[in-house]
């Protein structure tokens, strides 16, 4: 693949082929995909790193604890087929 070419991958086509590997194997996989292109793998990498962090801490920078429910935060239930005051569910 050519930078500039119509076959290079984009930051996102790239970050698409990544993130699905192991972090061990994500090197060689942008040394593949970002040969000459140092600021597409530098953005990439930060997304990765950004993705990385996500599923270690959850969206909200704090793990999420699985005791959370409907039923613990007293969330009421509507049972099927309802109607929520004049919309048929």
Do not use: W
Not at 59 to 88: C, K, Q
Request: overall charge negative.
């Amino acid at each position: 693949m050519n930078p500039g070419s119509s076959d290079t991958p984009t930051v996102e086509q790239v970050f698409e082929a990544t993130v699905s590997h192991p972090r061990s194997r994500r090197g060689e996989l942008l040394d593949s995909l970002c040969t000459g292109r140092p600021e597409v793998r530098k953005e990439v990498e930060e997304l990765l790193n950004a993705y990385d962090r996500s599923c270690e801490t959850g969206v909200l920078g704090s793990p999420i604890d699985p005791r959370v429910t409907a039923e613990a935060l007293d969330v009421p239930t509507i049972p099927p087929h309802s109607n929520l005051g004049a919309y048929p569910s």
